[in-house]
């Protein structure tokens, strides 16, 4: 008996004696780890079911976020993007606009859905629209797991086009496994797939309060979609769900609803793999 109680003491100790650390790759791999240092390039580590074994390396690139015994975490899809240039593409602007006008300079052509006080900066919305899956690894539905993409930014859809830009230059995705960020890229230097507060400037186009109504919400897709219609490019679809960039977890992103009912969102996210509607933002 005695026997027996010292060998789960020496257990508990064994055990207290190497902390687990979690840490999740942008695919959504999860290793279980001690992690023994983070260099400007590389996480080493051992791991947790071999604390005295071999040091492991990982590219910090591939690295979602690190999850400490201790429960504090540290998140690396923030980290500046080195693969790419961050620089904006802003196109030229030789005069003020107003919402709703078309915006046709530079070879840039959208429709104006945010503006400044001065109207000589915004965003637009791109006139044409797609569909497609946000996402996937495994185009099979049933043996699909998700990634991590570091798209966390609700505010800035580029942001999170310069994450996507980083995934693909640091892992072996392509940009045909991310077909709603391919789509916008395709149209051109600087459109990109909208954040989730961006996409909002659809809904509440011309409106200063977003708790808008019934009526409020009707009207302001009837005049966007007139706007498109003058332009003579197809109209917003009232029932149809669009794509934003932000993501919820590493299988779900976010989207917003087009119902007749005031702006509503899927805020537990929707299947990345799932196709739905794309239209793309452009800044001036």
Known sequence: MKQLLSFIVCCLIGASSAAQDIILKRNAEQIEAVVKEITDT???YRKFTHTEGVTYSIRRSEVFSI???????????????????????????????????????????????????????????SLVEGKAAWGFINKNPLKEKGFASGCTDTEDGWKNMLAIRELIANTDLLWSNLPAFSWCKDLGPGWYLPAQKELESIWNFGRSNPAYSYKEHKE???????????????????????WNSTEADAKRA???????????????????????????????
Not at 94 to 122: N, P, Q, T
Not at 255 to 261: G, M, R, Y
Request: charged letters at 30%.
């Open 220 to 242: 302001a897709i009837e005049n966007l979609n007139l706007r498109l219609a003058e332009y003579g490019q197809p109209e917003l679809g009232r029932m149809r769900d669009y």
């Open 67 to 125: 999850t400490y015994e201790n429960g504090t975490k540290d998140l690396f899809a923030d980290e500046k993007p080195q693969a790419v240039a961050a620089s904006y593409p802003y196109p030229p602007v030789s005069r003020s606009y107003s919402l709703g006008e078309l915006f046709d300079e530079g070879g840039i052509r959208g429709i104006v859905i945010r503006v400044s006080e001065d109207g000589r900066h915004g965003l637009l919305l």
């Open 254 to 284: 976010h989207i917003l609803v087009f119902t007749n009912a005031p702006f509503k969102s899927y805020t537990k996210g929707t299947e990345k793999f799932a196709e739905r509607f794309v239209r793309a933002v452009h800044k001036f």
């Open 42 to 44: 590389d996480v080493k």
